[in-house]
Structures are given as structure tokens and as C-alpha cells.
């Protein structure tokens, strides 16, 4: 077995906007619907897959990544994982980063805590589950979920700390592949809405 026989690429989707997405607003626990918009990314990322078969479909137990999954054609393969949830923003939830900065100036969830939610150690070994599930199917394995937990399992993949998410944004809709280069983690696609 070759090496890239061995290994599989893994597809990452970030749902479609809502109205929090588009205004900027942190948003973990809050169950938001995706907007009329949000609802044309997802039908457009099924669109993208084109029924690509997958080994396991992972998503986030928020609606807006299970809708998201259901509007791409992949719903009733998917397996619910608390571990794709995203980055809980404690009291947080619901502001914006400007609104954050008012009273902690510089903020970014990178770098400074989110009192009430999750560190970045905790979404990380979130993360690295997802990627050990992953590595372990026998297969390609696609995620849908949301921007900054994502954004963690993409730095993690790439054996790269946790806070380098932060050099990954991720547009809503898009479908972005993890794989391998020369036996290398790394990115093949990323923020692709085409």
C-alpha cells in the first residue's frame, strides 16, 4: 500500500451564514437557523461534493451545521459529535469583537480567555478527536461545523498549535480538504465556494 493509499483527506464544511455569522456576532450555544442566503451556501456546497462518497460524515449537533449537511445531500449519513461543536464563548456569547474590546482592549479568542467558556487547550483536544476519528475510517471522512472549531482542527492537522487557527479564516458555505503532501498534513483546498 502506498503511502497515499494509506492515508485519507479529510472535508472540512463550515455552514452556511446566519444572521449572527454576517453581523460579526460570537456564536457557540446560541441554535441559530441559517438565513435564506445561508440556506443557497449549503444547497451550493452539495452542489460542490456532487454526492462524493464518504467512509463517516461527522457534524456539529447545532442546526445550522445538521441543516447544512441535510441541504448538501449528506444528512442521513451523518453521525452527531459534541466534539464539533463550536468554541464556547462563554459570556461572550452574542457580541461582536468590537463590542469585546470596549472593555478588553485587543481581544481575539486566540489569544485571551473567554470567561464562562472554553479554552483554546480544551477546543484543541476537542479537535484532535475529530482528527483521530478521522485518520482511524477507512476512508474519506467529511465534517460539517462551524468557523473557529474548524479553524483549531485545521492548525491541529497540520501539527501546528491550536492558535495558529487564527492564520485560517473561513468563510460560511465553503468546502476546504485536509490531506497530505509527500506524507506531510497540510491544506489541498480551502474557503472554495465554486
Known amino acids: 500500500m ?4 494509506a492515508r485519507h483527506d479529510l472535508w472540512v464544511m463550515r455552514h452556511g451564514a446566519t444572521e449572527w455569522s454576517v453581523s460579526g456576532r460570537h456564536t457557540s450555544h446560541t441554535d441559530l437557523a441559517l438565513t435564506d442566503d445561508g440556506r443557497k451556501q ?44 463550536e468554541w464556547d ?40 478527536r475529530v482528527i483521530a476519528a478521522a485518520r482511524a ?6 465534517v460539517f461545523a462551524h468557523g473557529h472549531v474548524l479553524r483549531v482542527l485545521t492548525a491541529r492537522w497540520c501539527q501546528l498549535d491550536a492558535v495558529e487557527g487564527r492564520r485560517f479564516p473561513l468563510g460560511t458555505g465553503t468546502v476546504n480538504v485536509l490531506g497530505y503532501e509527500h506524507g506531510f498534513p497540510g491544506i489541498r483546498r480551502w474557503n472554495d465556494t465554486i
Open 2 to 5: 502506498s503511502d497515499r493509499d
Open 42 to 85: 449549503a444547497i451550493a456546497v452539495g452542489r460542490v461534493l456532487d454526492a462524493r462518497p464518504f467512509a463517516r460524515v461527522l457534524v456539529s449537533p447545532l442546526a445550522r451545521a445538521r441543516d447544512t449537511c441535510e441541504l448538501a445531500g449528506y444528512g442521513p449519513h451523518a453521525e452527531v459529535t459534541d466534539d464539533l461543536r
Open 89 to 128: 464563548y462563554g459570556d461572550y456569547e452574542g457580541l461582536t469583537t468590537p463590542q469585546i474590546r470596549e472593555t478588553v482592549p485587543d481581544w481575539t479568542v486566540w489569544t485571551a480567555p473567554c470567561p464562562g467558556g472554553e479554552t483554546i487547550e480544551e477546543v484543541a483536544a476537542r479537535a484532535d
Open 137 to 142: 475510517a477507512d476512508g474519506e471522512v467529511a
